[in-house]
């Protein structure tokens, strides 16, 4: 029996799906001489970063919705693998019409894409809500250095998609920790917070320019990567007696 109610993911990403998000054309699209280049080579690495087939995620999805008897999960993983392809096509139709050069490779991606290939379901979506919930903070940032309205939307439309991604991989993370006996589940939250700690460092010392640019030192991007961490993943310190 599966530990939640997958219907209303399912409708979340189906509708998603029917009715894709678009920057509109009449927006102001012109970055100037400085903006490219605080900003070319960090969006190339990004994008590349969006850039998945998703074939070993879907894979294990089909073994766990097997396993659990989670009907819709395959088809929630499809299409959330979905909405990351079609982020990485706007990033690259953006980068297309300024001239920016696509990146084929790069240290930090590989180290990712590596991870992910590891092991099953429950690490791969450690890794990927990592780079989510880092990106969210990198999107918002690069939003904040630019004045091209193009840009600045895209971005605020990358976060909403990946704050539903965040939502519904926490939830399911939190969902197969609860199975595990107590020790483990904090030794697994205290790894996992670590690993996010150490992808934020990796995400700084790749786009420190741009994240300078937005008023972050390597301190204050880790405290805010690792705030959102605690947001989705920690459990709760108030009752909820304790309010009004």
């Not at 599966?2 to 509109?24: G, M, T």
């Not at 490219?36 to 879907?58: K, N, W």
């Not at 919705?65 to 139709?93: N, Y």
């Not at 992910?116 to 890794?127: D, P």
């Amino acid at each position: 029996m599966f530990p939640f109610d997958l219907s209303v993911w399912l409708n979340h990403f189906e509708y998603h799906a029917q009715h894709p998000c678009s920057v509109p054309s009449t927006l102001r699209d012109s970055l100037t001489t400085a903006e490219r280049a605080l900003i070319a080579r960090s969006i190339a690495v990004f994008q590349l970063g969006e850039c998945s087939e998703g074939r070993t995620l879907l894979r294990a999805a089909e073994r766990f919705a097997a396993r659990h008897a989670a009907q819709g999960f395959t088809r929630i993983v499809a299409l959330l693998i979905g909405e990351e392809q079609r982020h990485a096509a706007l990033l690259r139709d953006f980068m297309a019409d300024h001239a920016i050069a696509p990146r084929h490779s790069d240290w930090t991606d590989a180290i990712f894409r590596r991870l992910r290939r590891l092991a099953g379901l429950e690490l791969y979506i450690h890794v990927l809500i990592s780079a989510e919930l880092v990106g969210i903070v990198y999107y918002r940032a690069l939003e904040s250095v630019t004045g091209c309205q193009r840009l600045r939307v895209l971005c605020r439309m990358l976060v909403a998609d990946e704050l539903a991604h965040v939502g519904f991989e926490s939830q399911l993370l939190t969902a197969l920790r609860a199975r595990r006996i107590a020790p483990l589940r904090i030794a697994l939250r205290g790894a996992h917070r670590t690993f996010v700690a150490g992808a934020a460092l990796v995400v700084w010392l790749t786009h420190r320019q741009v994240l300078r640019a937005a008023g972050y030192r390597a301190r204050s991007f880790m405290r805010m990567c690792l705030a959102q961490h605690d947001f989705y993943l920690e459990p709760a310190r108030t009752p909820l007696a304790a309010f009004p």
